[in-house]
């Protein structure tokens, strides 16, 4: 670029010369013709489609417009639209048979009704569209959003305990697209199945009669809601994004009512469904076309809130889970700042204190963008236990343990326990340390020959946190309106202070953890399994529980008739024994026996050395080279030429005596002797 006289000797300063400053000359004038050209191209494509659109895409493409983002991407997205349209959906030019076969197998497709569904590459079925069309709200004109209750002020009542207590820890769909559907009777992203699913979980946490289906009994509240979800369901089960949003609520709020076989069941139609629709692809990767915007990013919000809840099924239950995340192809949301910084206070029934001073910041999907990505590790965690490709050694333990670690170092501030932390950040937190507690506990018998780490000292730690933040969670929101999970996170934490009983901290910890569970019974009825639970483990190990914690878990007895699936019992009864102790518990039967629980004493001449409180919820299989089995009597009863082996995975004996989880005192001292030498442990140096 020249550089002028006056601004080098006069002024002595940088000589700037923009072309484009002076629009008389014709370069600027050009590139101004050029700009305009573009954005009156772009205005015309918008309008056109505006023209052409049905009333729920023009809805779609006004939000996009009004969200101040750049115009250029939705014009990219309706352009592709009308490309996709123009050639059928199908194929943008000529191309050979084979071709044709690569493009349509392995690529999602819509239906009549803009669902998209997805047949993988080993699949056929997805050559010709398919005709399924839901009905949408056209085709019921005068079919309210639910026939159980025509009270608006109710219904509003119940959408907000909902929004506030649950929306924020088990995020499936967008609620700004549901409010905005609802008030306008739409159907794309608000249905009657979706409204009495969100409803019956409302009523959960409300005190009013009228929430119930016997006014008297608050454990029907909800039922009737549910009732017209489930009917719904059966009347139309095809898949659609707010029926897999529906399944996903409804498979929460059977697991709440203790019926959790119904929950595990609902919850695998959910995550099957969302794989049916695809949601588990990138819209961009795959080709799908004629989705918008929005669509694009409630699809994001509902699959990893199905797989956060998967997941946690998955670590719940101790089962495989059905969708590893390797098959996950999708973005996480995207964060919005303006719907994060949306206010979330504390909402209650009327008559009860106002929390004012609790107002801030949701974060609901940031809080879903972090929670998915912690149970990606809970998920790896799942699969390894269950599922295993290779052998899992403490290197492999280590790892996950640091990946654990570095997704609490990286959590940004919004989720942090603060003076006044949300419930979701609690409950966040909670998971986290469950999760600890998931992958340590079957180690708690042994010890890391290559880390100082103790698998004890950090499940006792993990334990202690739940308690801690269970204290803040009970100290400003109190036991009543809580998240489902958090209850197994106080189950998980109080077994592992039970092991450290009679430890004074550890005592006041159970006591404590026990107390909340009863009083959470008021609303969930998985708390009073949760009761029986301990109480069996109690009186199976033979521990002396506090008197405060073992009045409250004798109380807690075998499930009554009117269970439907045998896990709860309907009701409280005082049927105890002279010492106190509850007898015939339905839970016995999944308990620990002394030849069960990994007590060598009872094994023989093969020692155990993974441990779980619960045997047929099964400890970790172990991969295994051909022709041995992968079971998991590979772990539990080890030959003494598996001894060397497991010392190479990087595991030794603990050096601790334990009533519960084992001693080796019965074994013969010379037969001890050669089995602790075969590890390099010196005779009679250890125990449980």
Not at 151 to 156: D, I, K, R, T
Not at 212 to 225: C, E, L, S
Not at 656 to 684: N, T, Y
Request: a negative charge.
């Amino acid at each position: 670029m020249p550089v002028c006289l006056t601004c080098s000797a006069v002024y002595q300063s940088e000589c700037m010369y923009d072309i484009d400053s002076d629009h008389r000359r014709k370069g600027a004038l050009k590139r101004d013709i050029q700009t305009l050209r573009k954005h009156n191209g772009a205005l015309g494509t918008i309008v056109a489609s505006l023209r052409s659109s049905t009333d729920d895409e023009v809805s779609d493409i006004i939000s996009h417009i009004r969200s101040d983002e750049s115009l250029e991407n939705l014009v990219d997205s309706l352009k592709a639209k009308g490309e996709a349209n123009a050639a059928g959906g199908w194929r943008t030019g000529p191309q050979s048979l084979e071709g044709h076969l690569e493009d349509i197998k392995g690529t999602p497709i819509i239906n009549a009704s803009g669902e998209t569904r997805y047949f993988g590459k080993t699949s056929s079925l997805g050559m010709v569209p398919t005709d399924d069309r839901s009905p949408t709200r056209s085709d019921l004109p005068n079919e309210p959003w639910t026939r159980v209750t025509g009270n608006a002020e109710f219904v509003g009542h119940l959408m907000a305990l909902y929004f506030c207590w649950q929306h924020p820890s088990y995020v499936f769909f967008s609620k700004e697209c549901f409010l905005y559907d609802m008030a306008l009777a739409r159907t794309k992203y608000c249905s009657p199945l979706l409204v009495n699913a969100v409803l019956a979980s409302g009523c959960v946490f409300s005190d009013r009669r009228e929430a119930r289906q016997d006014p008297d009994d608050v454990r029907t509240a909800g039922n009737h809601f549910f009732a017209e979800a489930e009917r719904l369901l059966n009347q139309d089960d095809r898949a659609s994004l707010t029926h897999t949003q529906a399944l996903a609520i409804m498979s929460i709020r059977e697991a709440s009512c203790g019926r959790d076989s119904s929950g595990y069941r609902l919850a695998g139609r959910c995550i099957r469904m969302a794989l049916e629709l695809g949601l588990h692809l990138s819209v961009a990767k795959t080709g799908i076309h004629g989705l918008t915007p929005s669509n694009v990013e409630v699809r994001k919000i509902t699959f990893w809130g199905c797989f956060t809840l998967e997941t946690a099924w998955s670590i719940c239950v101790g089962r495989i889970s059905q969708l590893p995340r390797a098959a996950i192809r999708l973005e996480k949301p995207t964060i919005v700042e303006s719907i994060e910084a949306k206010a979330w206070k504390p909402y209650v029934d009327s008559g009860q204190p106002e929390l004012e001073d609790f107002e801030q910041a949701s974060h609901t999907h940031g809080f879903l963008l972090q929670l998915s990505t912690l149970s990606e590790i809970a998920n790896d965690i799942v699969h390894i236990f269950y599922a295993p490709s290779e052998r899992f050694t403490c290197t492999k333990l280590l790892e996950i343990y640091a990946a654990c670690t570095r997704w609490r170092q990286t959590l940004p501030e919004p989720y942090a326990v603060t003076d006044k932390p949300t419930p979701h950040a609690l409950f966040l937190h909670m998971y986290y340390h469950m999760v600890l507690l998931q992958l340590f506990r079957p180690f708690l018998k042994v010890e890391l020959i290559h880390s100082p780490l103790s698998p004890r000292k950090i499940c006792t730690k993990a334990a202690e946190d739940v308690s801690s933040l269970m204290h803040t969670h009970r100290k400003v929101y109190g036991p009543r309106r809580i998240c489902l999970l958090i209850m197994h996170c106080l189950l998980s934490s109080s077994v592992v202070h039970m092991l450290n009983l009679p430890s004074p901290s550890a005592a006041s910890l159970l006591v404590q953890g026990i107390h909340d569970l009863s009083n959470m019974t008021h609303g969930h009825a998985f708390a009073g399994r949760c009761l029986r639970i301990l109480g069996s483990l109690a009186e199976s190990w033979k521990v002396d529980l506090p008197q405060e914690a073992a009045h409250i878990t004798a109380d807690w007895t075998s499930p009554s008739p009117e269970s439907t699936d045998g896990s709860l019992p309907a009701t409280r009864s005082r049927r105890e024994s002279p010492s106190g102790r509850r007898r015939g518990s339905a839970t016995e039967e999944v308990l620990p026996t002394p030849g069960d629980r990994g007590d060598v004493r009872a094994t023989g001449r093969d020692i155990n050395m993974l441990w779980s409180p619960f045997p047929y919820e099964g400890v970790p299989h172990q991969a295994q080279p051909t022709p041995h089995p992968m079971d998991t009597s590979d772990l539990l009863d080890m030959d003494r030429d598996d001894w060397e082996r497991f010392r190479q995975d990087g595991f030794s004996l603990g050096a601790r005596a334990d009533p519960v989880l084992g001693s080796v005192e019965q074994f013969d001292e010379e037969e001890v002797g050669v089995r602790a030498g075969s590890i390099g442990v010196e005779k009679g140096g250890w125990g449980w």
